[in-house]
Structure formats: C-alpha cells, structure tokens
C-alpha cells in the first residue's frame, strides 16, 4: 500500500510570491490534515479536510487556504510569502477523523522563502 | 500559550533499560492523547494513543499512562533499542476531528 505523498519535497520561493503544495493520502483515506514544522513553533496544525469539507482550521492568517478534491487529493496555498513562511510543511491522512486514530504522515515539502 | 509541554528536550538511555518520555497539558477538555516518534527527513509515525478514559494502554514495548488529576501523560518503551533513537513527540485532540497540538519534542538516544 503506498503511503503519503508530497510534491514537490523542496521548494525556493521569494517573498511576495505565491505558492501551492500537493498530498495524495493513502487510498481510501478521506482526512487530510496540513501541519508546519519550524524550529521556533514546532508543529503546529494548519487545516483539516474530510471528505472535500475543511472540518478543522489552525491559527493561521487568511494567505494560508487549502482544498481537498473528490479523489481525497489535497492541496495548500500560501499567498503573498513572508520569511517566517520557511518551513517543513507536512499532511497526513487518516480514514476516519476523531477519536484519537493513527494519522499517516508523509515526508513533507521543505519551503524556503528568501 | 503552550498547551501541550514536553520540558526535556533530549534523554540518553542504555540499550535495553526503560526510557520514559514525560508530557504536561494544560486543558482537561481533551479527548485523546497520542504519542508519534520522528526520524530525520520523515514525517512523524504514529505509535500509540489512549482516551481520557482510559489511565493506561500498552501496545508492545510501549506503554502510555495518563494521569488526569495532574494532566501528565507519560510513554514508556521496555526494552529500549537503539533503533528507537528519535525524536518523540506527545499530542493531544480535542475532539471532533484529527486536529493535533503537538508538544516540543523530546530527542531519545538509546546507547550501546
């Protein structure tokens, strides 16, 4: 069974740029959930989507947005890039969504705004 | 306002001993408390969870005992190996879906 995917895995963008990260969960999984990784914050939730609906959303500001497809296929877009956007940005995908279940995360994508 | 705390941030523990892995919460409305260990260059895989209704679940070499009183969760890997050097990390759900908040970190090295 193929896990998580992400594409691209690395990515330089400049500030004021825009920029969109792909997920394809684990087949037959219907929750993608986004995190961002930095060394200050750690790991910190951005947004949940269960089927095509964002179930949950983080403390970002409205540059960070998300979709999910029919396929279960996920994208996140980050708007007008600032320096602080630098970081690993993970998703995860999971069957269901609650109770405490597993959440199988991929590598992630490793975004450099400069 | 960090809700979740893990406040060592690395531990060192012989091949074989007991390595126990500490984490503090501030909010009694979570539901459910997960532990997820992390490799460099991966992303984080999931090794154990337990409700709060539960004050112990074992899976294996792992144990994970909540204590609610004093909001504390704890993990504990018996045997220890070294193959479980990495970075563990605890977190908690509030319910109603699959959003984490996830403790800092702690950095495990299991010695020969």
């Known amino acids: 069974k193929a896990g998580v995917t992400q594409t691209p895995r690395y990515l330089i963008k400049t500030r004021g740029q825009q920029v969109t990260l792909s997920c394809s969960p684990i087949s037959g999984h219907r929750s993608v959930s986004w995190y961002q990784q930095t060394p200050g914050q750690g790991l910190q939730f951005l947004f949940e989507y269960f089927s095509e609906t964002q179930r949950n959303k983080g403390n970002f500001p409205g540059r960070f947005s998300g979709r999910q497809f029919s396929n279960s296929r996920s994208e996140m877009n980050v708007s007008t890039l600032e320096l602080g956007d630098s970081a690993l940005y993970l998703c995860?995908?999971?069957?269901?969504?609650?109770?405490?279940?597993?959440?199988?995360f991929g590598p992630g994508t490793r975004l450099t705004v400069l | 306002d960090q809700q979740v705390k893990q406040n060592s941030p690395s531990l060192s523990v012989q091949e074989g001993r007991i390595s126990i892995l500490n984490c503090d919460y501030t909010n009694s409305m979570f539901d459910y408390f997960l532990w997820y260990k992390k490799y460099p260059a991966e992303g984080p895989t999931f090794l154990i969870s337990i409700s709060s209704i539960k004050d112990k679940n074992e899976d294996g070499r792992f144990t994970v005992f909540l204590n609610k009183s004093a909001k504390h969760l704890s993990l504990h890997i018996v045997p220890s190996q070294p193959g479980d050097s990495a970075v563990y990390f605890c977190?908690?759900?509030?319910?109603?879906?699959?959003?984490?908040?996830f403790g800092t970190g702690t950095q495990l090295k299991v010695e020969l």
């Open positions: 995860a995908s999971s069957f269901r969504t609650g109770g405490g279940n597993e959440q199988f």
């Open positions: 977190a908690v759900e509030a319910g109603g879906g699959n959003k984490l908040t």
